[in-house]
Nanobody, 128 residues
Framework: QVQLVESGGGLAQAGGSLRLACSAS????????MGWFRQAPGKEREFVAA???????????DSVKGRFTISRDNAKNTKNTMYLQMNSLKPEDTAVYSC??????????????????WGQGTQVTVSS
């Protein structure tokens, strides 16, 4: 069993920044992919970014490339924590952001079915 807890959502103005964090606990193993997805009202959940925990490789949706940065922190006191630094925010970035983990994967993936566990989600609202 794996638990994911997100934090860091909130309200920002267009052009501003926010940083999201996702901490994983439980039996993750050493090879897994973690990703961020978002869902705006009335829309499907969409992929945002993903990172391979073992290689550090990253992958971004075109809509956030160059504005968002995904990273991981495996230091002893913040082990298994993933971040999403969101800069140059736009109103269309408004959504509930959720993190997921795909166990046993070295390669990054944007495909939802590969993700085994999800966090509860955190709201990001960008005002114009």
């Amino acid at each position: 069993q794996v638990q994911l807890v997100e934090s860091g959502g909130g309200l920002a103005q267009a052009g501003g920044s926010l940083r999201l964090a996702c901490s994983a606990s439980g039996r993750t193993g050493s090879a897994y992919c973690m990703g961020w997805f978002r869902q705006a009202p009335g829309k499907e959940r969409e992929f945002v970014a993903a990172i391979s925990w073992s290689t550090g490789n990253t992958y971004y949706a075109d809509s956030v490339k160059g504005r968002f940065t995904i990273s991981r922190d495996n230091a002893k006191n913040t082990k298994n924590t993933m971040y999403l630094q969101m800069n140059s925010l736009k109103p269309e970035d408004t959504a509930v952001y959720s993190c997921g983990i795909a166990l046993g994967r070295v390669l990054v993936t944007a495909q939802r079915p590969y993700y085994d566990y999800w966090g509860q989600g955190t709201q990001v609202t960008v005002s114009s």
